[in-house]
């Protein structure tokens, strides 16, 4: 049997794991990026145990394509969420450390 503490932190990795593989490759600008941050987040904010969501697309890191856009790649993406299952609540994140996407649990209570 799981803990709500043990099931806030699963949520959080789960949903993180799955916004990372769902919008890499998604065009985007520096002009749309805004648009895109806040509709990854109102599409996370969705689903079962999210309590918040931030989202920021480095926008250094678009480079246009002959075609005038990019594609969000997993280095663009620095996120913040907050999970609660029961009365347990979990923060987490997604950075790029080094050449990986990292995901952590912040803080578990």
Not at 25 to 45: N, W
Not at 86 to 94: I, P, T
Request: aromatic share 8%; charged share 25%.
């Amino acid at each position: 049997m799981t803990t709500d503490r043990e099931r806030a932190a699963f949520e959080a990795g789960i949903k993180l794991g799955a916004l990372y593989h769902q919008w890499v490759g998604m065009p985007v600008s520096r002009e749309t990026a805004g648009m895109v941050e806040r509709a990854i987040e109102k599409s996370v904010s969705l689903q079962p145990f999210v309590t918040d969501i931030a989202v920021r697309l480095d926008a250094k890191l678009m480079d246009p394509n002959p075609f005038g856009y990019s594609e969000i790649r997993g280095a663009m993406f620095s996120v913040v969420m907050g999970t609660k299952v029961g009365e347990a609540r979990c923060r987490a994140s997604l950075a790029f450390e080094g050449d990986y996407p990292l995901m952590k649990i912040l803080e578990c209570d």
